[in-house]
Each structure stands twice: as C-alpha cells, then as structure tokens.
C-alpha cells in the first residue's frame, strides 16, 4: 500500500473522529478512486506514490470542472462544495511549479534538442512533463514548449 494511501486513511479516521462530514466524504472518495485503479485491469497490484499522485491530481481536476459547470449553471453552493474538495485533495500533492520554474525547464529541455522545431514539439513536451513530475498543467506545458519554439 502507498504511503498516500496510508495518509489519507489517517486522516480519514481523525476526520470520522471529528464528525467533519465534508472531510471524511471526500476522503472515502479520493481512497475509494485510489483503490478503484489498484483492481484495474488484469490483475489486482500497488500503485507507487507517482501513481496516487496522478490519481489525485485527476481527481482534483474533476472537482474544479465541476465547480465551472456549476458556476455556469448558476448554482454557487454546489460550485463551493466542489471547490472544498478539489481545496482538500490539493493539500496532499506536491506544490505545483511557478511560471519562472516551468520556463526554466522548457528552455533547459529545448536547448537540449537539435535543431528544435515544431517537429519536436511532442518530444520536448514528453521530457518537459516528466521532470515536472505532474506539479504542471499538461495545457501550460505545451502552450509554453510552442511558444518557445515559435
């Protein structure tokens, strides 16, 4: 079992310990999406910390989508509650990148490439995206990866 599977158990049972229902609501669902990926496929296996991670970030990514639908279809209560719990998730991933790091790193992964052009747009991408380790929004890394090759 990963050690962010681990935390958020812990944290799951202080919160039912609490009676904080929003916490222990969203917890069981980050957990239970967790365990969801872990009987995927074939067979049963342990997802690493880079996994759960993912699998939070995506979760999170769900909850903010949500929260725009919800504002979009004037319903601003729903649209907090989404909110809170993408708030939540995001406190058990690491801090994303700031704009002066991500610019560092595609102009580091650019200069790496000879003769960097938009053929190797996606290739620059795929590098850029693996040393940030998902601290970085795939949409902002390929429009910042363009502009530096335009």
């Known amino acids: 079992m990963g050690e962010l599977k681990d935390r958020l158990r812990a ?45 939070l970030t995506r979760e999170v990514r769900k909850r903010r989508e949500s929260a725009e639908a919800y504002m979009a279809g004037n319903r601003p209560e729903l649209a907090d509650k989404e909110e809170q719990e993408a708030n939540l998730l995001s406190t058990y991933l690491p801090a994303p990148l700031t704009e002066e790091e991500l610019d560092q790193i595609v102009a580091e992964e650019v200069r790496a490439v000879d003769q960097a052009s938009m053929k190797q747009m996606g290739q620059i991408i795929k590098a850029v995206n693996a040393r940030a380790q998902g601290r970085a929004n795939g949409s902002v890394v390929a429009a910042k990866v363009k502009a530096a090759l335009a």
């Open 11 to 55: 944290d799951l049972t202080a919160a039912m310990k609490a009676r904080d229902t929003v916490t222990t609501g969203t917890l069981r669902m980050a957990i239970a999406a967790i365990g969801n990926e872990e009987v995927a496929g074939a067979s049963a296996r342990t997802l690493d910390v880079a996994e759960e991670q993912a699998i």
